[in-house]
């Protein structure tokens, strides 16, 4: 079915041809192309399924491409370098400096202790990730796609590796269409044996995020790790190799959501890489000496077709599978520099701009619009919610649970008793004492089962949280006084060497007047 | 199909071939390789699945799988992976006296969680999900003792019970005054005047609380005692205190002196094992009336 694909029809000859004075007319067709443009033999492949179409992109140069290697080296730095990095917080709780603890049901962040019941600080956090999504989308289009999502730099560098030992596009497509070779066999190999490699070590990084890394790390090399470590790193190093290695754009194409919801973000202001057909068109090779009067800049040689990891033309316009990596602009800027005209025939542009330049000047980028403006606000929103609660965040949680079942008891002396269940949350990192005190009735006497003196200061270790029962008496002619079957009382915890202290309103149930 | 392959002139894609009312047809839109592949392996995964798990039905039972796998025996085996857990927590209660228990934070922790939930097991039919007790069976959380209220009473009665014939069991009865023809009616309504005055309740006829008064030092201060605070040996219950297992109203106290009461419980300790028994009376202690 190969030899019915387009792209890998080759002949030797074809470098022949030229589009310019030394550049080169790639014998390429985009795999993929948008429906009014497809021919009757590129999906006619029949049988009960489609082929994967190859694409073999050609290593570009220029600015787009340094700018992906850069985000590559960084996050990749940071994704494989930040469960190694150490931070001491003393008292037998563990030094990694970002470690998602799900024994103890707490994320650990630097100096930050985030426990399992405050998990919205992460939802917070993730809100605000999302609308700063929004907003770069609306100002600059798919930049997060075409640089930063995981997948794009995983399968750049899935690429690269398979360039590497295969070389580039067109010592990669000999290869492919050669005999099955002993240097084939082993280059194709050896590039399968890297994908699976960079795929374990991608594995082994992520279940670092939810053990103490070098304790880990020794565990895994002397098999004797938790099975659910080998079984993540197992998962993670097949979804790596199979997502990057091998499905790459189709991921983007077929089962990422992110291209069809962004459309909701993008305006006819917002930056996006684009062909310029009124200066390009009409498109055909140029010769030495040819005028460039009553044609287009675009010489037709389909550089920016060869360097695309997606398989498209960008010259068709605006598409779905394009994720604006800008590779095409490098490819393109280069050509132009060898023919003589200026670069920028494929470039970052508005949907304005592309459509103004037929009538008069360009306009300026304009970032100040009702939804940029609409995105930063949302941002700053959820930012102060979160900045609020992150700073008036207590160092104690407290939670009274009344008893329910009975409602209150009744005494031999006549007087009612109520229950309730304390849980005091001791966030800090060492051992703190605490005091509970019960207002709100006259004549009230508190005990705590299990502390004969319910005044005495109760510990609590550190990071932990203790449970009491906390019982609350009211004499019999107090009791009679109580206004209704249900008085309003306050627990009060305070720190005994400290200043924390917390209080959570509940109520006394009694028979009532 | 075979040698026919129609082209859709719009689109240019292959159609399936068939026509429907002359000029409709469908197009052949393939499903992508890795789509197929996938639908593959999940199909070798089901054959393997049948193979190694537990999966067809049969006549007389199931395909029992190559790994011999049942949820019902991993369970056995969990559970008692978990009763070899508490295990040193068990020996450690045993070994210990109900009192010093107590004193030992980790082993009353889990003596008090075992106590939950053997109560809410073996207890809370008759004492109630929160041991708030009904009419006739006796609220654990208030401090109104009938047997004793410290923690080696209360294992006694859980262990052995109340008038259940065991040799051991709580058997104190209270005497039919009524049935029996011990007392005659109007004096039974002044002692049960008496006996409510006595811990102040309310509309009380003072006159026959008087008459009543003679009487109860007669008839059941040998038990309940001379000022009605009853008697623990006995289990005579304390009269002057504001807990009524029977109701405080005129009618419940003369049901109770002309009928007496026998309220019975079984004995623990031919059920449960002794240290089940102790972390029972530990919980129980702990409700709140524990003395």
Not at chain 1, 146 to 158: H, K, S
Not at chain 1, 309 to 334: S, T, V
Request: aromatic share 10%; charged share 20%; glycine share 10%.
């Amino acid at each position: 079915m190969n030899s019915m694909d387009p792209s890998t029809k080759f002949t030797p000859d074809d470098f022949l041809v030229e589009a310019a004075p030394g550049v080169v007319r790639h014998d390429v067709n985009p795999v993929r192309q948008p429906k009014a443009k497809k021919t009757a033999a590129a999906d006619a492949s029949a049988g009960s399924w489609a082929a994967k179409p190859n694409i073999y992109p050609k290593l570009a140069h220029g600015t787009f491409r340094n700018a992906k290697w850069i985000v590559m080296l960084v996050t990749l730095g940071i994704y494989y370098v930040l469960p190694w990095i150490r931070f001491d917080r003393g008292g037998g709780l563990p030094d990694q400096f970002f470690l998602i603890d799900f024994a103890n049901q707490r994320l650990l962040l630097g100096p930050l202790e985030i426990w399992a019941q405050e998990f919205y600080y992460v939802t917070g956090l993730l809100i605000i990730s999302a609308l700063g999504l929004f907003l770069v989308t609306s100002v600059a289009g798919r930049v997060w796609c075409g640089y930063a999502c995981p997948q794009t730099v995983w399968t750049d560098l899935m690429i690269a590796v398979e360039r590497f030992w295969q070389g580039d596009r067109n010592a990669h497509m000999r290869l492919d269409q050669s005999p099955w070779t002993f240097e084939k066999i082993w280059k194709k190999t050896a590039t399968h044996v890297t994908w699976l490699l960079i795929g374990l070590l991608t594995g082994g990084a992520l279940v670092f995020y939810f053990r103490d890394a070098p304790t880990l790390a020794q565990e895994l090399l002397t098999g004797t790790a938790p099975t659910v470590a080998y079984v993540f790193v197992g998962i993670f190093t097949l979804s790596t190799y199979v997502l990057g290695g091998i499905a790459r754009e189709q991921v983007c194409i077929y089962m990422c959501p992110w291209p069809r919801i962004q459309g909701a973000m993008l305006d006819h202001d917002s930056l996006w890489i684009a062909y310029r057909d009124v200066r390009g068109e009409p498109r055909a090779p140029h010769k030495k000496g040819q005028t460039w009067d009553g044609r287009g800049d675009c010489v037709d040689c389909k550089a920016c077709v060869v360097v695309c990891p997606m398989g498209i033309d960008i010259r068709n316009g605006p598409q779905l599978e394009c994720i604006q990596c800008g590779l095409c602009i490098d490819a393109c800027n280069d050509i132009m520099d060898k023919v003589g005209r200026p670069r920028g025939l494929i470039a970052y542009t508005t949907e304005r701009n592309l459509a103004t330049a037929t009538t008069g000047p360009r306009d300026g980028l304009r970032l100040i619009r009702p939804r940029t403006i609409l995105y930063t606000v949302a941002i700053a929103i959820a930012g102060a919610l979160m900045l609020w609660a992150m700073l008036s965040r207590s160092s104690i949680d407290v939670s009274v649970l009344p008893d329910r079942n009975p409602l209150f008891v009744k005494l031999s002396d006549g007087g009612i008793r109520n229950g309730y269940t304390v849980k005091l949350v001791n966030k800090h990192q060492v051992p703190r004492r605490f005091k509970i005190e019960l207002t709100g009735i006259d004549g009230l006497t508190t005990t705590i089962v299990g502390h004969d003196d319910a005044g005495a200061p109760i510990e609590v270790g550190p990071s932990n949280v203790k449970a009491l029962k906390v019982f609350a008496a009211v004499p019999r002619d107090k009791a009679k006084t109580l206004a209704s079957d249900s008085t309003p009382l306050t627990l009060t915890v305070t720190e005994v060497d400290g200043n924390a202290s917390s209080s959570r309103d509940t109520s006394f149930r009694s028979p009532g007047p | 199909m075979a040698g026919h392959k129609h082209i859709d002139e719009v689109t240019g894609v292959e159609t399936t071939g068939h026509v429907w009312d002359n000029d409709l047809r469908e197009l052949n839109k393939p499903l992508p390789r890795w789509w197929l592949y996938v639908f593959y392996a999940c199909c070798v995964w089901a054959f393997g699945y049948w193979m190694v798990y537990p999966a067809w039905p049969t006549l007389s039972g199931y395909t029992q799988g190559y790994l011999g796998y049942s949820q019902r025996a991993q369970v056995m085996s969990d559970v008692k992976e978990a009763k070899a857990a508490q295990d040193t927590y068990r020996q450690a209660i045993a070994n210990a006296a109900i009192t010093d228990v107590k004193g030992k934070e980790d082993l009353f922790q889990f003596a008090l969680a075992g106590g939950a939930a053997a109560f809410g097991d073996n207890c809370s039919g008759c004492h109630g999900r929160g041991a708030q007790g009904a009419v006739g069976y006796p609220n654990l959380n208030d401090d109104d003792w009938i047997w004793g209220g410290s923690l080696e009473q209360i294992e006694k009665s859980i262990a052995y019970g109340i008038r259940n014939g065991h040799e051991q069991a709580h058997a104190t009865p209270m005497p039919r005054f009524g049935l029996d023809g011990i007392l005659e009616p109007a004096v039974i309504s002044d002692v049960a005047n008496y006996v409510r005055s006595i811990s102040g309740t309310e509309q009380v006829d003072t006159a026959a609380a008087e008459r009543g008064k003679a009487t109860f030092a007669e008839q059941c201060a040998a038990c309940h005692g001379e000022d009605a605070k009853g008697n623990e040996e006995m289990g005579a219950p304390n009269l002057s205190d504001a807990i009524w297992l029977y109701g405080s109203s005129q009618e419940a106290v003369t049901q109770s002196i002309v009928t007496g009461r026998g309220g019975a419980m079984p004995a623990w300790s031919t059920r449960l094992d002794p240290v089940t028994v102790k972390m029972l009376a530990l919980y129980v202690h702990s409700l709140g009336g524990g003395k």
